[in-house]
């Protein structure tokens, strides 16, 4: 049996006392939402913090506002509420099927938005329990300062592999930061970066409090993701898109997202911006798939034969274009990603 290192534990019951004990404790201090993700890390030893300061007392944070304007999603809103959500299926549909698509219905009873958006990065030689990464000498991401995938590189490639910040972006949503001393607001654009330790663009004495969403009206988004289990499984390719369209169909503005196959998720921009302008129809949708597989560099850190995935890439990009112009894709879906989308 893996058991929990030893830990101080936490409980304040609001952002301001959690952001003090933040700012007191630094770095070695970690905010604990869910817990599904940190504490089976922490039993293998990959994170092991000396504090644990859980979230789970503070109501601002479970706190979901619309109105005509837009929305805003506290940080412990749970996976099943949003997937559950009937608010967040138009417009925001990426969104709802991102959340419903992680892992099993008991994880995502516990499971965060603000928790996923804050996922560590992944990788076949760093998700192992402490034994097995030690037999190999550890590696740059934890204990070691190799990297198996790339050897020669001073870079760890870990993997993105959360499912909702795909979606997110598609939908253009910012996150609000909360320390001490102040706070700030990050489009998630600008959140993440290419590098599989220091993925995030958070400082350890700031709380994400919040996910901030404009008004969908007038657009569409879908979310497709390729897992080996339909059940429940991570991404190792995802795709996120959103259109606005015209009342006469032509694409007055778009967002294309792929997601699982960097350290973070990547924003198609060339392949969304040749939609612009355009109709969805077979050439712009292809023309567009083609850009926007070209970015997606896959290695070979997680399930599946990386090649194969770039060229799903394409195929994804495609479905979920169809999907927006209003073809029933429902069979391809099934058949492609071995999950159903009821939203
Ligand atoms: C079997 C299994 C399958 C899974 N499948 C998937 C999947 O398909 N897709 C997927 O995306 N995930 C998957 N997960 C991972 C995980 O369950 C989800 O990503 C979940 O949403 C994490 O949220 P949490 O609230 O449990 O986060 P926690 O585990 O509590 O925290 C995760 C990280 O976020 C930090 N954090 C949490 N909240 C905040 C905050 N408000 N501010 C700052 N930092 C914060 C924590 O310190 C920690 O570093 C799976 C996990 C398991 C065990
Ligand atoms: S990409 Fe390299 S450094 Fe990063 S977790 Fe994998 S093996 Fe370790």
Known sequence: MMRLPLFEFRAPGTVAEAVRILDGEG??????????????????????PKTLMSLGHIEELQRVESSDSG???????????????PRFRKGLTALAQAASFVATPQIRNMATLGGNLCLDTRCNYYDQNYEWRKSIGFCLKKDGDIC??????????????TDTAPALLALGARVRLV????????????????????????????LLTDVLLDSSE????????????????????????????????????????VGSVACLPLLAGEAARSLGGRPLDEESIAQAATLAARIAKPLDNTDFDMTWRKRVTAEFVTCALRELRGDDMRGERLLLTRHSSSL
């Open 179 to 206: 320390s001490r001393t102040g706070e700030r607001e990050v489009p998630l654009s600008e959140f993440y970066q290419n590098d599989g330790i220091h993925y995030i663009k958070r400082q350890p004495s700031e």
């Open 148 to 161: 198996w995938v790339a050897p020669g590189s001073a870079k760890c490639m870990a993997v993105s592999s």
């Open 27 to 48: 770095p070695k201090a970690m905010p604990l939402a869910g817990g599904t993700d940190l504490l089976p890390n922490m039993k293998r030893r990959q994170q092991v």
């Open 218 to 257: 007038g657009w569409r988004s879908t979310y497709w993701k390729l897992r080996r289990r339909g059940s429940f499984d991570f991404p190792v390719l995802s795709v996120a898109a959103a259109v606005l369209l015209s009342s006469k169909g032509i694409v007055v503005e778009a967002r294309i997202v």
């Open 71 to 85: 929305s805003r999603l506290g940080a412990c809103v749970t996976l099943s509420q949003i997937a559950a959500e």
